[in-house]
């Protein structure tokens, strides 16, 4: 789902933290910039540059490290399929061998191998 190198994954997350700790500068800055404002007209521009955009930061961070981590898990998903389809082939080889040493086991004792269905 997700094609990114172990680089821009790292890249992606620092990014991530820049947004959201921007975020939170963004969000305290509107704060303490409102905070001694009485009157809700002179709040609002504050409010909207501040608030909104600090959130919108937030937002932006948290999507991009759930981008991040989601790339991971996919590399680590895919690695792991890799490795059950390695033992899976290793299986089917020794189960292989076994079902020829039965056969053979049976034949030196001059009896007929039962039929595997």
């Given at each position: 789902m997700f094609n990114l190198t172990m680089k821009s994954e790292r890249t992606l997350m620092l990014a991530a933290a820049g947004a959201v700790l921007l975020g939170i500068a963004a969000l305290i800055g509107g704060w303490i910039a409102m905070r001694d404002e009485?009157?809700?007209?002179?709040?609002?521009?504050?409010?909207?540059?501040?608030?909104?955009?600090?959130?919108?930061?937030?937002?932006?961070?948290v999507i991009a490290v759930r981008t991040a981590e989601a790339s991971r898990l996919d590399r680590r998903l895919v690695d792991i399929e890799d490795r059950i389809e390695g033992l899976s082939e290793q299986v089917s080889a020794v189960l292989g061998l076994l079902d020829g040493a039965v056969i053979e086991a049976y034949e030196e004792e001059g009896r007929r191998a039962p039929a595997r269905g």
């Open positions: 009485v009157y809700a007209a002179v709040q609002l521009p504050y409010l909207l540059s501040g608030g909104i955009g600090g959130l919108f930061l937030l937002g932006l961070g």
